[in-house]
């Protein structure tokens, strides 16, 4: 779950911590997309002028902590790129939240399952932006489009919602999302 505080597993499993973290972190706010190895050195060390030698021992730390878990994820190595997290949908909010929005706009002039599937979406949010408690700003810099994606999709249901006259079922959502953006003016 990378959709507010980073969980993985149970939720209950420690995470790990320093460089394994922010290559862990970038594997899973890119699932199933090739990462290349400069990207996640300059995630982790700042630069890529570290050792390739360095992100490929953090690599094989974050493989043997995904192979700790159940499910059917696996990190795969493209010899002279980089990596790529492998993970299914159902095991991965981020997708799942995609998934959601993408069926609401498909259902656009069905409000009814259309709201049901935003509300959906939306509850898969746990926290203010994409990944936090990872240190530094990768969840805000990397999970910008989602968090402008997450807002879209409240104001699409407060439009909903208003138009059928259920402005009491949205204030609650409405109030929160305004505070983590309290400039945004259409909220």
């Not at 997309?33 to 953090?58: F, H, I, N, P, Y």
């Not at 499910?71 to 959601?100: N, P, Q, S």
Request: aromatic content about 6%; overall charge positive.
């Amino acid at each position: 779950r990378i959709l507010g505080q980073l969980a993985v597993g149970d939720g209950r499993t420690p995470l790990p911590t320093g460089h394994q973290l922010t290559v862990l972190a970038v594997l899973l706010i890119n699932p199933n997309r090739r990462v290349s190895r400069a990207e996640l050195m300059r995630w982790a060390w700042g630069a890529t002028e570290v050792r390739s030698t360095q992100l490929d021992k953090q690599a094989s730390y974050v493989r043997t902590f995904l192979g700790s878990l159940p499910g059917g994820h696996h990190l795969v190595t493209y010899k002279g790129f980089g990596y790529e997290l492998r993970v299914a949908e159902a095991e991965h909010d981020m997708l799942t939240f995609e998934r959601l929005i993408r069926d609401a706009e498909q259902a656009a002039g069905q409000a009814d399952v259309e709201v049901s599937l935003l509300r959906r979406a939306l509850r898969l949010w746990r926290g203010r932006h994409p990944l936090e408690g990872v240190p530094g700003d990768l969840g805000v810099t990397l999970g910008a489009e989602l968090t402008s994606r997450r807002k879209r999709a409240l104001v699409r249901l407060c439009d909903l919602e208003f138009a059928r006259g259920g402005h009491a079922d949205v204030l609650d959502d409405l109030r929160h999302m305004v505070g983590y953006h309290p400039t945004d003016k259409r909220l």
